[in-house]
Each structure stands twice: as C-alpha cells, then as structure tokens.
C-alpha cells in the first residue's frame, strides 16, 4: 500500500498536524505527512542527516520510545509560492513530565505541493546557541 494519503489544506496545516502528531507520539499520522519521495531529508539536532522514509521512520521511532514531544514553534518566519513552503522557527522542546523547557532548537521545514497535497520533505533542527545542551537518547537525539 503506498504512503501517500489525500490531506488538504495548507503547509501551515500540515505543519499544525506535524506538531500535534509529535506531542502524541504518533509515528503513523507524522510520517503521512512527509512526501511519498525517497529523497525526503530529516536532520535532528547533532545528528546525521537521514534520507529516505525508512531512516526518518526509525528515528523517530526512537525518539518516540521515550515519549511524545511537546514543541511550541515560536516567532515562524514563513516564505511561499504556489509548489513550496519554506518554515524557519524557534521550537520550545518539552518532554513529556517536564515542566521546563529542555532545550530551544532552530528549526526549517520545507514543503512541497504534491498530487496528494501539501507535504513535508525536509526537517532540519538545531540547537539555540545558548541553549540547554541536546540530550541524547540511545543512538538518537531528543528531537
């Protein structure tokens, strides 16, 4: 069965639905989100970039084993023309049972209109200088 799924609306949608489908650790409904592209890109603070369903999959299954993340994407800077979207922001990391924020990561997400829709095909992340140290997780990073 393919990966890609009809969603409508906006690639600010698509990003609500980015956001919410990581505060519910919810592997199925983020990774729908993504393009039906083999060349998608994801890259999480002091990580290596990860290319392809797959890999971008599995991390976030990793990331997900230890909870959902509750992000609140903060002062958005947004460009677009009629096929992409370009997303800078400053992502507040929280985890589940913390009441602080973890750590501040600058974030960028690209989307790209497709048949199927709005969808994103690149996540790249990075820790705020000044900011709380990335703390890692098994072979993966918190976010």
Known sequence: MSRARQIHG????I???YYDALARA??????L?????DEIVCIH???PRLVGHDAIRASWEAIFAHGGLHIQPQRLHATQNVMGAVHNLIENVHREGHAVVDVHVLATNVYMKT???WRMVI???????????VEHIGTSVLH
């Not at 906006?10 to 949608?13: G, I, Q």
């Not at 919810?26 to 990774?31: E, G, H, R, S, V």
């Not at 989100?33 to 592209?37: S, Y």
Request: charged residues 20%; proline residues 6%.
């Open 123 to 133: 996540h790249h992340a990075s820790v705020a200088e000044g900011s709380a140290p």
């Open 15 to 17: 990003e609500a639905a």
């Open 10 to 13: 906006t690639a600010d949608d």
């Open 33 to 37: 989100l993504w393009a039906d592209d």
């Open 115 to 117: 048949a199927h829709g």
């Open 45 to 47: 603070p002091s990580a």
């Open 26 to 31: 919810d592997i199925n409904a983020l990774m």
